[in-house]
């Protein structure tokens, strides 16, 4: 039973430790840079970017996170994708830098500022889990403007990539631990 580590300082980390259970995965929630060295694999949670960064700061956190990105994948949704970026805009942020992509916070505006929405995802990701139609919910996402050479879109709504892996690291701008589709959890599952 692989161990995940889930970053647990802030936003919506108890949902991906239930899906990770689901999956035959062991959750463990870091708080510390301990923590992190027992996990094959971390998520970190959507919730509030900068209330995450500030706290990353306090705990003396960021650097072990970066290093440990260095060696291990990283599945970043929502503000966890803010912290993987390598550009932040709307407005700009400190980031790890761990994708090549950058994204403006916040950009789907007011009309979608949270919906549930559907898409199909990419003949890639459907290889390596099922294939089929996806439902999603987005909350104050960010928009993806630019991947890297080095990326890999794996799913886009509206146009827009909303899943994209890189090496062995993955974003998402939408909340696959709240619907009961399991496949984007699988898919990170599937790159340890
Ligand atoms: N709007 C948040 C931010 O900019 C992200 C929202 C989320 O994680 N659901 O950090």
Known sequence: MPKIGILALQ?????????LAVL????????????????????????????????????????????????????GTCAGAILLASGVSNPEQESMALMDIDVERN??????????????????????????EMEAVFIRAPVIRRVG????????????P????????MVAT????LTSDTRVHQYFLSKL
């Open 149 to 160: 050479p080095q990326g890999r879109v794996l799913a886009r709504y509206q146009g827009d």
């Open 174 to 177: 939408f909340h696959p631990e």
């Open 11 to 19: 936003g919506d980390f108890e949902a991906h430790g239930r899906r």
């Open 107 to 132: 950009a789907y505006g007011r009309q979608i500022d949270s919906r549930v929405t559907r898409f199909t995802p990419e003949a890639e990701f459907a290889a390596r889990t099922n294939p089929g």
């Open 24 to 75: 035959g995965a062991e959750p463990v929630f870091v708080r510390s840079a301990a923590e992190l060295e027992s996990a094959a694999g971390l998520i970190i949670p959507g919730g509030e970017s900068t209330t995450m960064l500030k706290l990353l700061h306090a705990e003396d956190l960021l650097e072990p996170l970066a290093a440990y990105g260095e060696r291990r994948p990283i599945f």
């Open 162 to 169: 909303v899943l994209v892996e890189q090496g062995r690291h």
